[in-house]
């Protein structure tokens, strides 16, 4: 079945980076585009950044740009986060999510259990 394991959240001070890494099984994963999303308390889930099968084309949710940057390693499986110069507004569960064919980046049909990042001094 389709698994998608996040890692690599944790507490950071602003300004400072995480590097998050999503683990993906039970599927072909070069065959699709992948994303991360955000929920932060209180509020709904928001689409970050996406990347497509040959990590060419990635893109990135204007309060991203700049400072996040999205890869993926198709022959381990994986896709990563890396965020710099975070900022207390970054504080949410992230979450690594699987995008069907066809569909847009923030079209999702599978999800994993999100890692959380914390950005407070």
């Known amino acids: 079945q389709v698994q998608l394991v996040e890692s690599g959240g944790g507490l950071a001070q602003p300004g400072g980076s995480l590097r998050l890494s999503c683990a993906a099984s039970?599927?072909?994963?070069?065959?699709?585009?992948m994303s991360w999303a955000r929920q932060a308390p209180g509020k709904g889930l928001e689409w970050v950044s996406g990347i497509y099968l040959d990590s060419s084309d990635t893109y990135y949710a204007d309060h991203a740009k700049g400072r996040f940057t999205i890869s993926r390693d198709n022959a381990k499986n994986m896709v990563y986060l890396q965020m710099n110069n975070l900022k207390p507004e970054d504080t949410a569960l992230y979450y690594c999510?699987?995008?069907?064919?066809?569909?847009?980046?923030?079209?999702?049909?599978?999800w994993g259990q999100g890692t959380q990042v914390t950005v407070s001094s």
């Open positions: 039970g599927f072909t994963f070069n065959n699709y585009a």
């Open positions: 999510a699987r995008v069907p064919w066809s569909k847009l980046l923030w079209e999702y049909d599978y």
